[in-house]
């Protein structure tokens, strides 16, 4: 199936950094998620976003739905080492099933 | 806790073993999916139920059997698996088809 471009597909970063990540698609979705995946356990939902130009937060994530509802991005301040894992975007419309994007796996250095 | 919950969490097993992973829903979903994520890949949509009816199968070899007894259970029976087979095996469920997926831990599994 399709599948969102995310990028980059890995950081390697000092703790206290801020980490920007994105996700983009040639489609247009009504809904974008995105996901935290430890190793050894399943995609944890983070942030939700279901309206076109929607900037929302959790705690030190901080999420938007790009206007063009083709893309969305995933920042998160100052990193702390539990942010290690792969992060997923998702996105779909009604109805329809999830595209995923290919992971951005986050390294945090103490 | 996700509620979302997938057992066993850990399966090893031989070529010719028949096992069963299982996945149960605490949160009042409809729709119930299961997925299979090999290292260095996308998550893979292998099975999709809605209301005990199975709405989608991605290709799975045969060798794969989901079983949807209720809204609330997912089963995936394994036989005459194969090496390249070893994955991590995720359950998800959404309130309707196609809403958001919320996922549970997974089940390591892997074939000798």
């Known amino acids: 199936g399709q599948q969102l471009n995310q990028s980059p597909q890995s950081m390697f970063i000092q703790e206290g950094e801020d980490v920007s990540m994105n996700c983009t698609s040639s489609s247009i979705f009504n809904t974008w998620l995105w996901y935290k995946q430890e190793p050894g356990e399943g995609p944890v939902l983070l942030i939700a976003l279901y309206k076109a130009g929607e900037l929302t937060s959790n705690g030190r994530l901080t999420a938007q739905f790009g206007i063009t509802r083709k893309d969305s991005f995933l920042n998160i301040s100052a990193s702390i080492p539990s942010d290690v894992g792969i992060y997923f975007c998702a996105a779909h419309n009604a109805g329809n099933m999830l595209t995923f994007g290919g992971g951005t796996r986050l390294m945090v250095k103490p | 806790e996700t509620g979302v919950t997938q057992t066993p969490r850990h399966l090893v097993m031989g070529m010719t073993n028949k096992k069963s992973l299982k996945c149960e829903q605490h949160?009042?979903?409809?729709?119930m999916y299961w997925y299979k994520q090999s290292a260095k890949k996308p998550l893979e949509l292998m099975f999709v139920y809605n209301f005990k009816e199975q709405t989608e199968n991605n290709s799975v070899p045969s060798r794969f059997s989901p079983e949807c007894p209720n809204s609330s259970h997912l089963f995936l029976h394994l036989h005459t698996l194969q090496p390249e087979d070893s994955a991590l095996y995720l359950c998800a469920s959404s309130q309707g088809l196609g809403d958001t997926q919320y996922f549970g831990p997974g089940t390591r599994l892997t074939v000798l």
């Open positions: 949160l009042g979903h409809n729709a």
